[in-house]
């Protein structure tokens, strides 16, 4: 085991730890820094909002290790599951029906949630050892995502209990489709392989 894995290791172990008792956390993905917390807990999902500085108003998405990982919070129907799983883990965000487990501070109230699946090998590490992580991007809202540790705002790094640094991001934002509805909320990665998808359904 190198120098860096056993940093790795210690930051992912402290900040599933940290999860698991409430706190925030920014954590790396395939897109940009995630700002994670236990999407079940209601108060951890505030302390997000809080530290966005992000309206109710606006539904945080779900991060989870796998599709199967993510039928324990969700209801897809067969289309939508046979989408999750052609595109997840990968830059997607798939919006689907939540179960009641979920929060309705999550979903901003509403019956459906943005799923993630990152593919990320640290992001997906952490997903695998904390709770449902709240996948929302690491910065204030109205500022520029963050694809590096040092471009993070001080409120944010100080309002977390742990910083997982994976190194550059590539930056390019999920795309986010509801692909029941056969809506693209918003274009990004991959957002023309799933326009492709979406014609042949």
């Known amino acids: 085991m190198t120098a860096d894995d056993t940093h790795d290791e210690a930051s992912?172990?402290?900040?599933?730890?940290?999860?698991?008792?409430?706190?925030?956390?920014?954590?790396?993905?395939?897109?940009?820094?995630?700002?994670g917390a236990d999407a079940t807990d209601p108060d951890a999902v505030e302390r997000v909002f809080g530290l966005k500085r992000r309206s109710r108003a606006n539904p945080l998405s779900l991060g989870v290790p796998s599709v199967d990982a993510a039928l324990d919070y969700t209801r897809p129907t067969a289309v939508e599951e046979q989408f999750m799983r052609r595109f997840l883990p990968g830059p997607v965000t798939v919006v689907v029906e939540r179960r009641p487990s979920l929060p309705d501070v999550l979903t901003a109230g509403r019956d459906r949630v943005g799923v993630?699946?990152?593919?990320?090998?640290?992001?997906?590490?952490?997903?695998?050892?904390?709770?449902?992580?709240?996948?929302?991007?690491?910065?204030?809202?109205?500022?520029?995502?963050?694809?590096?540790?040092?471009?993070?705002?001080?409120?944010?790094?100080?309002?977390?209990?742990?910083?997982?640094?994976?190194?550059?991001?590539?930056?390019?934002?999920?795309?986010?489709?509801?692909?029941?509805?056969?809506?693209?909320?918003?274009?990004?990665?991959?957002?023309?392989?799933?326009?492709?998808?979406?014609?042949?359904?």
């Open 12 to 35: 992912l172990a402290d900040a599933a730890a940290a999860v698991r008792e409430g706190r925030a956390v920014v954590y790396p993905t395939e897109t940009v820094y995630g700002l």
């Open 116 to 201: 993630r699946v990152p593919d990320h090998e640290t992001a997906l590490d952490l997903l695998e050892r904390a709770p449902p992580l709240t996948a929302t991007s690491a910065n204030r809202s109205g500022s520029p995502s963050v694809t590096r540790i040092s471009a993070l705002d001080d409120r944010i790094r100080d309002g977390v209990a742990v910083v997982v640094d994976g190194g550059e991001t590539p930056g390019t934002e999920s795309t986010v489709v509801d692909p029941g509805a056969g809506v693209i909320h918003r274009r990004g990665a991959m957002a023309d392989d799933i326009d492709a998808w979406l014609e042949t359904q």
